[in-house]
């Protein structure tokens, strides 16, 4: 039985034979999606030629820029306009980092050097490899916890194998990294549900937080990744409690996270958010000094010095670390390159999402070779970088500066930091951690799904030709389906994608006049509900793009929100209001008289000029077909909007 399409929803198979007297109509069949059916396989291979046809074609410069994703930044850097801004944001987050940083370490059961060490050699690996102008990395709460929980688990954390393993776990997470980036295999990671992360993150700053009590406390409580346990241990030993390290830890905390609602709530003293883990330091190690009291533990002697090159040892405890190096890897995609893109998007600059976690990966690397134990981008610094008006990688390469100072000149200093303070440092950050999973939703959202649509068949019915491989497109034409709001967030990546779609369409059948390359590209704007101002100005620039390269942008059905965006920022004139349509399939007929023309008029002539071609084009709208199939092209601006 032959399938054919329908112009009416209602109708179904039966009911085609019972009308074929009046009309001959066709059914649409819906491609359902078989589990076994993958495009993976039948892809990889074009996949992989269009990559290395790629990689064939690439400049001296474009081979730089791919090893070396700093020398893009470098070879335009602005030293009157950047210079000051990258170096007061760098000693900023530097200064924020160094009491962080011990903090974190103690969280991860390691000695405090250890995050010294940390935040030193991989910040300026990160700073040559990584692609991210404003994320700053290093030691974060989360990646501790589960170095602590995992290893605590093999060895007591006092043995000297614990220390050796946290920095194997470094160079096993780096491995990962590097080979999920070079394997393009970050997404992945989508797979994971946004309520298991939500879920993950929120007990996960809750463990944390119990897990530093016994500092406030002033008692030992139990090593435990469990709520129940920590609870319990810390009910048990009560009768042990300590008045001094719970006062001082407490007015300390307070301090903190009222010298981080103050920054964030006022830009003009918003360097009090990044002035807190100091102002905790300094306050702590103040009174110790001066009063001196025993019941306030301290950190004790830290050992000055760069940190020694060695190469990981204990081997033989690889494949138990496996799960967690994959954990670690998996947070490092979640919160790293989510921030990471959202920053560049903020920023105006493009951000390789796999070269970004290749970056991380050869910093975990080159870390675990002087120390470190795993390290990735932290939310808050990140932010503190951002808001301080970092413009480059020359401001991670000052934290490193102030960070190689530290261990060089102050670790004599830190001997006396009170425990309970660290534990406030590192509790003031949890409180916030639950944020993480707003930065898994950013990178989803960074990242929505376009489709190219083509034409099914014996219908004005344009699909994703990817679904219904039967569609087609035309020469010299691309139509693209933008199926999220449109904002900040994601816009260089959708820019990506349209100048990948303009060079390539793979696997789509061609009809329409043989022309060279693309004169059209129709964006069908129907699932987009919303736009913000740096949306309006990407398409501002992809028009200007695509103007000087002789590409008209024409716009399929926008809401009326979006039009109302559009028309207010003067984006509708800028355009053309003769290329904005109802459907898809007018704006189609319209750039297909047009590649008509270019196809047969002699070379040099501007046929895209509205003005030159206004007569046709209103003729052409007030067309009426009498076939159903062909229905009338109606524009969805009339000329007096």
């Known amino acids: 039985m ?32 078989s589990p076994s059916s993958s495009s993976s396989s039948s892809s990889s291979i074009p996949f992989l030629g269009k990559w290395i046809s790629k990689l064939k074609g690439m400049s001296f410069a474009e081979w730089m820029e791919l090893f070396l994703p700093c020398s893009r930044w470098i070879r335009k850097y602005k030293w009157r306009e950047y210079l000051q801004a990258d170096l007061m944001a760098g000693i900023t987050v530097g200064v924020m980092l160094v009491p962080q940083a011990m903090s974190y370490a103690k969280l991860a059961g390691l000695h405090p050097i250890y995050g010294l060490y940390s ?70 990671i989508r797979f994971i549900s946004h309520s298991v992360i939500s879920g993950f993150t929120t007990s996960s700053a809750i463990v944390i937080a119990l897990s530093q009590a016994k500092y406030f406390l002033g008692y030992n409580i139990v090593r435990s990744s469990k709520i129940i346990p920590l609870i319990k241990s810390i009910i048990a030993g009560a009768s042990e409690f300590s008045w001094p390290p719970f006062v001082m830890g407490s007015i300390i905390l307070g301090i903190l996270v009222l010298m981080k609602h103050v920054g964030k709530s006022k830009k003009s003293l918003r360097f009090l958010r990044a002035a807190g883990p100091l102002t905790a330091v300094v306050l702590g190690t103040t009174f110790v000094k001066i ?41 490092a995609i979640l919160e790293s390159v989510g921030i990471a893109k959202a920053l560049a998007a903020k920023n105006g600059y493009e951000l390789d999402s796999n070269q970004e976690l290749f970056g991380l990966g050869v910093a975990n690397i080159c870390g675990s070779f002087f120390s470190s134990y795993p390290t990735t981008g932290s939310f808050s610094r990140s932010a503190v970088n951002h808001e301080s008006g970092a413009k480059t990688g020359l401001s991670g390469i ?29 509790i003031s950050a949890v409180m916030g951690l639950v944020g993480f999973s707003l930065a898994f939703v950013i990178h989803e959202s960074a990242n929505p799904h376009i489709a190219v649509l083509g034409r099914l068949p014996g219908t004005t019915i344009y699909r994703n030709i990817e679904q219904y ?55 069908e704007m129907a699932p987009v509900t919303y736009i913000d101002s740096s949306a309006i100005q990407t398409l501002k620039d992809l028009h200007h793009e695509y103007k000087s390269r002789d590409i008209q942008m024409a716009i399929s059905n926008p809401n009326r929100e979006v039009l109302l965006t559009l028309s207010r920022s003067g ?10 349509f109802v459907r898809v399939h007018d704006a189609v007929q319209v750039c297909l008289q047009y590649v008509q023309k270019m196809n047969e008029m002699p070379k040099g002539l501007d046929v895209l000029s509205p003005k030159k071609e206004l007569g046709s084009l209103q003729r052409l709208w007030k067309q009426q077909s009498e076939d159903d199939s062909n229905p009338g092209k109606v524009p969805l601006l009339s000329k007096k909007v």
């Open 469 to 523: 491989p039967e569609a087609y497109t035309y020469n010299g034409i691309v139509i693209v389906r933008i199926d999220a709001p449109i904002y900040f967030a994601n816009t260089s990546y959708i820019k990506d994608r349209l100048r990948e779609y303009e060079l390539n369409v793979d696997g789509a059948i061609k009809h329409g006049p043989e022309v060279e390359r693309i004169y059209f590209v129709i964006i």
């Open 398 to 426: 000052t934290m490193g500066i102030i960070m190689g100072c530290a261990l060089l000149f102050m670790t004599p200093l830190f001997t006396e930091i009170p425990q309970c303070a660290l534990a406030a440092i590192v």
């Open 571 to 580: 984006t509708i004139e800028l355009i053309g209001k003769e290329w904005y």
């Open 291 to 331: 009063f001196h009291p025993s019941s306030i533990s301290v950190v004790g002697e830290i050992p000055q010095g760069l940190p020694k090159f060695s190469i990981p040892k204990e081997f033989g405890h690889v494949k138990s670390l496996i799960p967690t190096a994959l954990l670690i890897t998996g947070v």
């Open 2 to 33: 032959e399938i054919t399409y329908a112009t009416s929803s209602s109708i179904n198979i039966e009911a085609s034979t019972s009308m074929a007297s009046n009309r001959q109509v066709r059914v649409i069949p819906f491609q359902h999606l």
């Open 119 to 188: 935040g030193f050699v991989p910040i300026f690996i990160y700073a040559i490899f990584g692609s991210s102008r404003q994320l700053a990395i290093g030691p974060v709460a989360l990646v501790s916890l589960l170095v602590s929980n995992i290893l605590s688990s093999i060895v007591d954390s006092s043995d000297e194998l614990y220390t050796e393993l946290a920095i194997l776990l470094a160079l096993m997470v780096g491995i990962f990294e590097s080979i999920m980036g070079l394997l393009r295999l970050g997404w992945l």
